[in-house]
């Protein structure tokens, strides 16, 4: 093709996660020693410790960082739609999301059926949130980022990366 | 005629007069009776296909000859009938191969002979039509279990007519069109689920169910593989 499409429209990540947004921050995500790009295949064994993400930005300025799954339980019937995962917030600019507030602890992928996406959500705050403001979804499942980022006022996000994963088969299974 | 002139045991014969008579009572006799041979001759499609049923090399150059007559020709000129219906015949003598062996020549909707592939749009996927029939119900089935699958990008644009198909069934609900999709996907609980949320699901999308994303080759054989998902 040669017009060059967006792989997180290609991949609905826009549609059905977020909206369209204009990406303004970078943001670098990498399980240990694989770099994650959209789109790409991670093992839920390399992903099971929560990634390295480093974000550039203004020092004064705090992020949010969130990551979920929209294809819970399974990608042909996902009415678990959208399973939380991790949930940082006022990390400052230009460092990595351990400098933040952890909302929700990290939960590596445990995808049960098909091919799941994972998708990272960076946001930027306005101001810093207070954690008595911040209440943190009470469940993981029936998660919404559009619903979430409305409530925090975080508008439209700065930056979205996303890969996928599967279930690993059980290492007795016999390959031909 | 020239396979005859370059076999020709007597030299005192002079090759550029054969003539018929004595080419006819040469070669094996006619199973065909003029008459069913000038009524054969205005049914070209069933000419076609009894010649593309088998390829003999010895006759071959004659059937180039006379079947680009035939075809260039109207149908209701006799001579040329009658002649194409005698190379028909001699390749009715001859049996039939087996339908796994490539064909020399195939045939178009009009009943002319092909001998290259053009404008045919199906994907062979390399392998013969019993075994591409399997791994498209077997793809099919998988992926309308798990909503996406990752398989090679060839596999994946064969398989969504036929996904397409199984989805239009199950829109379409009536216990003839469930017994057909029985048919065609290996696992009957994929189906039952399949005509139970269908009407939901894809209730006012008109088609299209399935997106294809290209992804990273392969490492093994660097095939382009690519991710199928149900809309």
């Known amino acids: ?56 930005g203004r020092r004064n300025d705090l992020y949010t960082l969130l990551m979920t799954d929209p294809d819970a339980p399974s990608p042909s019937d996902p009415n678990m739609r959208e399973y939380l995962h991790w949930i940082v ?68 996000p700065v930056a979205v990366v996303y890969f996928n994963s599967q279930r690993e088969p059980s290492g007795n299974r016999r390959r031909r | 005629m020239a396979a005859f002139a370059s076999t020709s045991p007597s030299p005192a014969i002079s090759a550029s007069t054969w003539r018929m008579e004595s080419l006819r009572a040469a070669l094996p006799a006619l199973r065909t009776s003029p008459s069913a ?11 076609a296909v009894r010649l593309g049923a088998s390829a003999s090399p010895f006759l071959r150059s004659s059937f180039v000859s006379t079947s680009s007559a035939s075809s260039s020709a109207s149908p209701s000129s006799i001579s040329s009938a009658v002649s194409a219906s005698l190379a028909f015949s001699y ?12 064909r020399l020549f195939g045939t178009d909707v009009h009943g002319r002979i092909l001998a290259m592939r053009h404008g045919k749009r199906i994907p062979r996927l390399g392998r013969p039509a019993d075994q591409r029939k399997a791994l498209l119900r077997g793809l099919t089935t998988q992926l309308l279990k798990h909503g996406r699958i990752k398989t090679t990008k060839p596999r994946a644009k064969a398989m969504r007519k036929w996904v397409d198909k199984m989805i239009t069934l199950a829109k379409d609900g009536s216990l003839h069109k469930r017994r057909q999709a029985l048919g065609y996907i290996y696992e009957k609980h994929i189906v039952h689920a399949l005509f139970a949320e269908v009407p939901d699901r894809y209730g ?28």
């Open chain 1, 89 to 156: 917030m006022n990390i400052p600019g230009g460092t990595d999301a351990t400098k933040g507030d952890v909302v929700m602890p990290y939960l590596g992928p445990q995808p049960p059926v098909g091919i799941h996406r994972y998708v990272l959500v960076l946001f930027q705050q306005k101001s810093r949130i207070v954690d008595g403001y911040a209440a943190p979804p009470a469940d993981r499942p029936y998660f919404n980022t559009r619903a979430f980022a409305f409530n925090h006022e975080l508008g439209l």
């Open chain 2, 204 to 231: 006012e999308r008109p088609g299209g169910y399935t997106r294809i994303i290209p992804t990273f080759p392969r490492r093994g054989d660097n095939a382009p593989m690519a991710y199928i998902e149900l809309v």
């Open chain 2, 37 to 47: 041979a000038i009524g054969a001759g205005l049914r070209p499609r069933k000419q």
């Open chain 2, 91 to 102: 390749t009715s003598s001859f049996s039939v191969e087996s339908s796994f062996e490539h």
């Open chain 1, 1 to 56: 093709m040669s017009r060059f499409v967006d792989p997180l429209v290609v991949g609905r990540v826009i549609g059905e996660v977020v909206d369209l947004f204009v990406p303004s921050v970078a943001m670098a995500v990498s399980y240990g020693a694989k770099d994650v790009s959209n789109g790409c295949h991670v093992k839920p064994s390399m992903a099971a410790d929560q990634p390295l993400v480093r974000i550039s």
